[in-house]
């Protein structure tokens, strides 16, 4: 299974946590949107939504417009799991980021195996996921 962090995250957390995680979750590969071939830096939302999710993967992103708009819609269609960070003004550092994503990895990883999809979580740097 694939969880893909979107170009808005680094490629370097995504790296980070591929390698924390990978002795525990063997069957959990994290990558960067930006690494996958079929991706790449600059794809468009629309682009990225179907392939990542024709790949059985799953998306976390900041863009939490997605939430909001017609493209929320097109990962209902396609059948996306997606995990929407939402950080407060201010903390939106790599650090601040790595620290929610490591704090919620588990459970990340958790719904990323046994949720239905399509299937939407906000993560908060505080409190529990919640279900959209």
Known sequence: MHIYLDENLSEYVAQG?????RAHYRDIEV???KQDKDLGPG?????????VAKKHGVLITKDIRIRTTMLFQLCQQ???GIFFLKMPSGKEAHWDIVRVLV???????K??????????????????MEKL
Do not use: M, Y
């Open 103 to 109: 704090e919620h990895w588990e459970e990340i990883v």
């Open 78 to 80: 396609n059948k996306l």
């Open 111 to 128: 719904h990323t195996r046994k949720e239905k999809r399509p299937f939407a979580f906000v993560v908060k740097p505080r409190g529990k």
């Open 43 to 51: 794809v468009k939302d629309p682009d990225l939504i179907p392939i």
């Open 17 to 21: 946590l591929q390698l924390l995680s």
């Open 31 to 33: 990558l960067s949107t």
